[in-house]
């Protein structure tokens, strides 16, 4: 099982470009995150997707939006980059939205928009 | 709403020596705690869970107990290693309500470790 993986690894972006970060699992969860890392903040949710169809805001998601193409696949979408969003992000997935289970990272994506 | 606090850092130690990262949470309700461990370039890794209190989480030489009278999960380890040296997140999950299985973690710790 390669887990989660998520493309690409890293990019660069100009202000107001658009890119979609991919990401798949092949776990057979039901529910997907994204996150975003940046310093001194740990991780911050920026969409969830409790289970296959149904989408949900996190803490910080102004200036994304997300797709939940199938059960193992979870974009997100950056529609005009602004400097802001210069960030690792990750991707994460775990059976249900129960607690006691464990959710699992893929590597990141690392942006830097200019 | 829920808040993971982790110790100020970053932590230098020499080989061998002892480990705490302390973290200290704010939830209602019944979470479970996590420390997920972060190497350089690379992605979390669960490190050890504890699901309801007195829970003890342990991995590789790592432990921790779930202590709701103190709202704490500190991390310990008795004998680091160089090979440890890596970024820890103490982060919990609060399945309840509408946060449907986010995790809410703490800032983050860096740990380095000398021969």
């Known amino acids: ?114 | 709403g829920d808040s993971v606090t982790q110790m100020e850092g970053p932590v230098t130690l020499s080989e061998e020596a002892f480990l705490t990262i302390n973290c200290t949470y704010t939830a209602t309700g019944y979470p479970s705690l996590f420390w997920y461990v972060q190497y350089p370039g690379e992605g979390l890794q669960l490190l050890l869970k504890a699901t309801k209190a007195d829970d003890k989480g342990s991995n590789k030489g790592f432990e921790a107990t779930y202590r709701k009278e103190t709202t704490s999960f500190h991390l310990e380890k008795g004998s680091v290693q160089v090979s440890d040296s890596a970024v820890y997140f103490c982060a919990l999950d609060n399945a309840g309500g509408t946060s449907y299985g986010k995790l809410t973690f703490g800032q983050g710790t860096i740990l380095t470790v000398h021969p």
């Open chain 1, 1 to 114: 099982n390669a887990g989660v993986t998520q493309t690409p690894k890293f990019q660069v972006l100009k202000t107001g470009q658009s890119m979609t970060l991919q990401c798949a699992q092949d776990m057979n969860h039901n529910s997907m995150y994204w996150y975003r890392q940046d310093p001194g903040m740990g991780l911050r949710l920026i969409y969830y997707s409790a289970s296959e169809g149904t989408t949900d805001k996190g803490e910080v998601p102004n200036g994304y939006n997300v797709s939940r193409l199938n059960k193992r696949e979870f974009s997100l979408r950056l529609e005009s980059a602004a400097p802001s969003q210069t960030s690792v992000y990750f991707c994460a997935s775990k059976t249900s939205g129960g607690a006691r289970e464990t959710q699992y990272f893929g590597p990141g994506t690392r942006l830097l928009v200019l």
